[in-house]
């Protein structure tokens, strides 16, 4: 079995009120030690380091958790651009161009292609960083997310009921 590289001090968050307001570490993301780096209507960014816990039998990142990731951040660009309203993915392709190893080092980055108030299509992009030089990135993956927005004139506010599952 390989052990997993150290893991390298966490990027700063963009804001210090963002660390509290957007903390996801108790949603789904969480079970994998995914951690935010930007959370905004403009872009949502994070990284985490690939474990066993994330990986098919041959020790390679899974296709799904890449494919959560994605609609997770795409869906949380979405819920912040919409001005937090109710926000639920419809739609996600993702292509996997390369393979990330336990210990790789992912970022993911989810920007907007379109807002629009009823329908939003976010962009998400994954690159493996090297850990001896960050300024080196490989891209792994790019996903695009189809969102639907403010699904009912009358819902409560998605932040105050919003639910994760439980893996």
Known sequence: MVLPKPQPP?????SASEASENDDSGG???VFGFKDEHVSPEKVSGWFQVTPKCCQPFMVLHG??????AEDLGSRGAYLASGRRRAA???LS???LKSAQVGDI?????TPLNAGTTIQVWEVRFWKIDSSNSAN???LATSKVTVRCNMSANAVDGGNNLKHAKL
């Open 94 to 96: 993702i292509n996997h």
């Open 28 to 30: 789904p993301l969480g």
């Open 64 to 69: 799904g958790v890449s494919a959560l990731i």
């Open 10 to 14: 966490p990027p700063p968050l963009s």
């Open 137 to 139: 990135k490989s891209l």
């Open 106 to 110: 992912v970022h993911a980055e989810a």
């Open 89 to 91: 993915g419809i739609q």
